[in-house]
């Protein structure tokens, strides 16, 4: 059965409020699934999911970069990626604020989206240091 919108925000917003708890519980887990429906549109979700790579996703944290692209991946997938209780464990809780307030957004409003997304883009980029080691090997100058 299709959930209304109205019931996907509310999952949104238990999804947040599950990743603010301090309690770390791995059977206590609302969906996620539905979250790709809550976007003002694919270009909306696409600038949320670049700036998650862009500004959280450190790949020299290897463990919590792995659950942030699980997580960005979730934004587009109607199927269990990643769960709060992953989030939880294995990303620092700064982050995980992030990760919540941006479940926050979805149920609000697009404008609120926009909003979450402005604030993440005033972080610092985070430079793919592997990549760019990779390239320095191959004789490509880094940015």
Same mark, same amino acid.
């Given at each position: $059965?299709?959930?209304?919108?109205?019931?996907?925000?509310?999952?949104? *917003?238990?999804?947040?409020?599950?990743?603010?708890?301090? *309690?770390?519980?791995?059977?206590?887990?609302?969906? $996620?699934?539905?979250?790709?429906?809550?976007?003002?549109s694919d270009d909306q979700r696409k600038a949320v999911q670049?700036?998650? @790579?862009?500004?959280?996703?450190?790949?020299?944290?290897?463990?919590? @970069?792995?659950?942030?692209? *699980?997580?960005?991946?979730?934004?587009?997938?109607?199927?269990?990626?990643?769960?709060q209780y992953e989030l939880k464990v294995h990303v620092r $809780?700064?982050?995980?604020?992030?990760?919540?307030?941006?479940?926050?957004?979805?149920?609000?409003?697009?404008?609120?989206?926009?909003?979450?997304?402005?604030?993440?883009?005033?972080?610092? $980029?985070?430079?793919?240091?592997?990549?760019?080691?990779?390239?320095?090997?191959?004789?490509?100058?880094?940015?």
């Amino acid at each position: $059965m299709a959930m209304s919108p109205a019931e996907m925000k509310a999952e949104a *917003r238990a999804a947040a409020l599950e990743l603010r708890d301090d *309690r770390v519980r791995a059977d206590r887990d609302t969906s $996620m699934t539905h979250l790709r429906a809550l976007f003002a549109s694919d270009d909306q979700r696409k600038a949320v999911q670049q700036a998650i @790579c862009d500004h959280l996703a450190d790949d020299r944290e290897e463990d919590e @970069c792995r659950y942030l692209l *699980r997580f960005v991946w979730q934004l587009a997938m109607t199927y269990r990626e990643v769960t709060q209780y992953e989030l939880k464990v294995h990303v620092r $809780m700064e982050k995980v604020n992030v990760v919540a307030s941006l479940l926050d957004a979805l149920a609000d409003s697009p404008d609120a989206v926009h909003h979450w997304l402005d604030e993440l883009l005033s972080w610092p $980029m985070i430079t793919d240091r592997t990549f760019y080691e990779n390239s320095k090997e191959r004789g490509r100058p880094e940015p």
